[in-house]
């Protein structure tokens, strides 16, 4: 390793099984990642101290001085307040928790701050990605759930009860039996998810006799779909096309809310590419209101890093404000 | 007329018909309030110069200086950019005009902001009306169409093409024929205003032959419809349900996207107080995600005042920023 000058920031995006470490210069340039697992047990309890001490052996090994550091920005996979505080999360084990302040704690009072995983996804992706340069944005991440998350601008909206972007879970789809994860019936990412899609290609396999490369399939994910569809398996396509539209009507109505300058589309399903975005964009430009419609709709740039630079950006914006 | 002591601003809600003008405290009291017809003729091209002909007479008769007015604010029945240009009012006659802009030069240089109707009556019940005291908050007007205005960290979200809170049309209802003003089918305001609610009541009595009040009547309005539901009758209040349940939805997807602390009903039908908003309240309850149930949901106070409030309100934020 080599060894790190100026100042900088740690951006910290703690996931279920592991913790993806980043180490950022001011202006946003990635210096250096690692990963350390999490460790869920008890509670989630050794989470923040096992964070704290990788950040004092990454700061030994690279030469950084404590008054170097500008900050330490957390990613959280639940709802996460404005000032740092955790209602709740389920993967990690965690009841309510004040991360930013049990950071500060636990690394001698440097600056902190903490932000919804798919929050500062976004935020990441409007600093250092897809948006940059763009005053408001909205990003959808399209994985077993539906991340999104909101800038307005340029300012994650958080909400007042640390739901801002969980349009995941607004009520659109018609039709539906199963429950979501969330107790409702009808969310946008029961059609919109990567389980969404799977889902709905099983339901359509098992109603009809139509012929797929799918049929027969026991374990088939969604990135088979698109396949399909893109080898013109009509079953995937018609599929992709329910999901995709859904996708677009959820656009579509958060345009009406707060008319972004551009969306986002990232996880791993967006990597189809032009041919899952087309999809998404036609749909759109039929459905949204006249003076939203020509917004454009564009693939993620910055892969699984997202969270990484939009923890650390949430940090230098907080300093900011 | 008393006179005016002290620093004030002058609120203008332009409308159809009439232009609503109000001066306020800096503090928000409405001092004094009257109303001038709108001239539409000729594109609209005298509106401007007879609210500046009309500040100058006011400003006269209640001996304030110059020096004393700290700004002019303008609400606009159309799309308005964050920096006062207004993308063409079809009300007006108007074309695309800097209002802010043509304002300073007609009134001799004074601060001067514009924005959307909807917009600025929801600024003005965040800041005087109903929202006192909140972070955030969504407002929506019930009448001919549906207005909407969105307040996320106390400041109004105008939108990259100036449709922020354009709720009323979101694609939403299903099983409609008839095209919606703005060219589309589904548009939540299609269910969710006062026409809306009439359109499905003549709908209704057309569809079945069950007993109501409203059958035979020639011309019904909402409120109509609302006195029926509430006397008792069974198909007048299935059609208040259906259209309050879409409402209900349409908050629920918002709180998907900006999660406001609350919501804040206006217009005629709002009238009708909690007969009506607890309708609203019990569909929302059971569709918003989890963490946004609890968010209250009101009912407007400043009645057709509101936009010129929140016209003032808005030429003070922009000086403050």
């Known amino acids: 390793m080599t060894k790190i000058e100026g100042k900088i920031v740690f951006g ?21 990642k690692d990963e350390i697992p999490t460790r869920t047990q008890e509670a989630g309890r050794f989470i923040l101290e096992d964070i704290s001490r990788h950040i004092a052996e ?22 996460v307040q404005e000032d740092g505080v955790v ?32 929050n500062v996804a976004a935020l990441g992706e409007f600093w250092r990605g897809a948006g940059r340069g763009a005053k408001s944005m909205l990003m959808i991440t399209v994985g077993t759930g539906l991340g999104c998350g909101v800038i307005v601008n340029g300012r994650v909206v958080f909400g007042a009860h640390g739901a801002g972007g969980e349009l995941g879970h607004i009520p659109l789809v ?13 969310c946008l990412e029961q059609a919109a998810s990567a389980t969404g899609i799977i889902r709905a290609a099983q339901r359509k396999l098992k109603e009809s006799d139509e012929p797929s490369v799918l049929r027969g399939k026991d374990d088939f994910m969604a990135k088979d779909v698109v396949d399909a569809a893109r080898n013109g398996d009509a079953l995937a396509d018609e599929v992709l096309n329910y999901s995709c539209r859904y996708l677009a009507q959820g656009l579509a109505v958060a345009a009406g809310v707060v008319d972004p300058e551009m969306y986002v589309i990232g996880g791993g399903v967006s990597k189809a590419g032009d041919f899952y975005l087309d999809k998404i964009r036609s749909a759109y430009r039929e459905l949204a209101f006249y003076a939203s419609r020509d917004a454009k709709i564009v693939q993620a ?8 630079y939009g923890a650390a950006r949430l940090v230098l914006g907080s300093m900011e404000a």
Do not use: H
């Open 12 to 32: 910290i995006d703690i996931g279920g099984t592991s913790v993806k470490c980043g180490i950022f210069s001011r202006e946003g340039e990635l210096l250096y």
């Open 301 to 308: 740039a910055l892969g699984n890093d997202a969270g990484m």
């Open 87 to 118: 209602n709740g999360c389920v993967n990690l084990g965690w009841g309510k928790i004040d991360v930013a302040e049990q950071s500060r704690k636990l690394n001698g009072g440097i600056a902190s701050a903490a932000g919804n995983d798919a």
């Open 174 to 186: 018609s039709g539906l039996t199963e429950p979501c994860n969330c107790g409702k019936t009808g």
């Open 58 to 79: 990454l700061s030994e090994k690279n030469s950084i001085e404590k008054a170097d550091v500008l900050g330490i920005g957390y990613g959280v996979p639940g709802p």
